[in-house]
């Protein structure tokens, strides 16, 4: 039997919104809370999950050329919310986005990003290529 490599992906979890569990009420939360544990504790137990982690709702955006921009918030207008990560391994984008599918955020709106980690960056490899490196 052929070992399968794994590699490594980003699942980014976004919401719909700055609080998508208002309407919930606390047995709901605690059944989705249960739900979340037990997914990502099947994942961890076949491998699959290597961290993972809530973000918190404060942050900054800095931007310009010069990073002359700096705005209160991790989100441009609060419509779509990064709420946290899982580091996962995959062997390849199908098998992401199955386990991406299984997300008990699904039905409330919550959305899946699947990117792969890389081991450099495409404009950086690019223009070490270019230099003939």
Known sequence: ????????????????????????????RAALAKKWNDWFE??????????ANPLGPEGRVVSGPAGERVTDGPYAEGKEIIGGYFYIRAADLREATTIARQCPGLPLGLTVEIRPVVPCSPVLHEVRGSHGR
């Open 1 to 28: 039997m052929c070992a399968t490599t794994k590699h490594p992906y980003l699942l980014l979890f976004r919401n719909a919104g700055a609080d998508v569990h208002a309407h919930l009420t606390a047995e709901q």
């Open 42 to 51: 099947s994942l961890a137990a076949q491998g699959q999950v290597e961290h």
